[in-house]
T-cell receptor, first 116, second 112 residues
Framework: ETGVTQTPRHLVMGMTNKKSLKCEQH?????MYWYKQSAKKPLELMFV???????ENNSVPSRFSPECPNSSHLFLHLHTLQPEDSALYLC???????????????FGPGTRLTVL | GNSVTQMEGPVTLSEEAFLTINCTYT??????LFWYVQYPGEGLQLLLK?????DKGSNKGFEATYRKETTSFHLEKGSVQVSDSAVYFC???????????FGKGTMLLVSP
């Protein structure tokens, strides 16, 4: 138990569906991250939020829409996804802000997404 | 740009064997270096880290030394256990920036 929870753990959706992934951190951290983990590829950073402001969008298609309503919660809204978006989506948090390069990131267990 | 290269897996060992997983990096300045581990069905968790040159990170019998001259951060363990079977990720964060760049991961399989 890392103090970062993600729901749902598994999600199957059609290409026309709209769904949301939820992440919650119980650690009092200031920065939160979304990563995509695909088979045979390195983890890809998607979005970074620091103190509830989006500070990085790593060239992610607009069919992925993040939301950070407060420092403990992070959402990833999904719509009109493609089969190649099937992957494990990991949320992480770290204590400091974006400038703290020595900080440890704490990861949730991920949401396994399958797009049909 | 920043990049991390680690050896392809899977690495298959017998229990009590010596483990080395190679990791090299490309970055400007002095990044912080990390090893994360992912057990089946779980997210990543920090195994160890080093934040400046010549530092040695260690945890649970694993060690890695930050070598600036060879831009490397190889992971070692003297005697592996079946419970060490997992995927190991080398990663870096550049100076003044918390975002991580990961290698592709190395799967370790330890048999009794």
């Amino acid at each position: 138990e890392t103090g970062v929870t993600q729901t749902p753990r598994h999600l199957v959706m059609g290409m026309t569906n709209k769904k949301s992934l939820k992440c919650e951190q119980h650690l009092g951290h200031n920065a939160m991250y979304w990563y995509k983990q695909s088979a045979k590829k390195p983890l890809e950073l998607m979005f970074v939020y620091s103190l509830e402001e989006r500070v990085e969008n790593n060239s992610v298609p607009s069919r992925f829409s993040p939301e950070c309503p407060n420092s403990s919660h992070l959402f990833l809204h999904l719509h009109t996804l493609q089969p190649e978006d099937s992957a494990l989506y990991l949320c992480a948090s770290s204590q400091g802000g974006l400038a703290e390069s020595t900080d440890t990131q704490y990861f949730g267990p991920g949401t396994r997404l399958t797009v049909l | 740009g920043n990049s991390v290269t680690q050896m392809e897996g899977p690495v298959t060992l017998s229990e009590e064997a010596f483990l080395t997983i190679n990791c090299t990096y490309t970055a400007t300045g002095y990044p912080s270096l990390f090893w994360y581990v992912q057990y089946p069905g779980e997210g990543l968790q920090l195994l160890l880290k080093a934040t400046k040159a010549d530092d040695k990170g260690s945890n649970k019998g694993f060690e890695a030394t930050y070598r600036k001259e060879t831009t490397s951060f190889h992971l070692e363990k003297g005697s592996v256990q079946v419970s060490d079977s997992a995927v190991y990720f080398c990663a870096l964060s550049p100076p003044g920036y918390s975002t991580l760049t990961f290698g592709k991961g190395t799967m370790l399989l330890v048999s009794p």
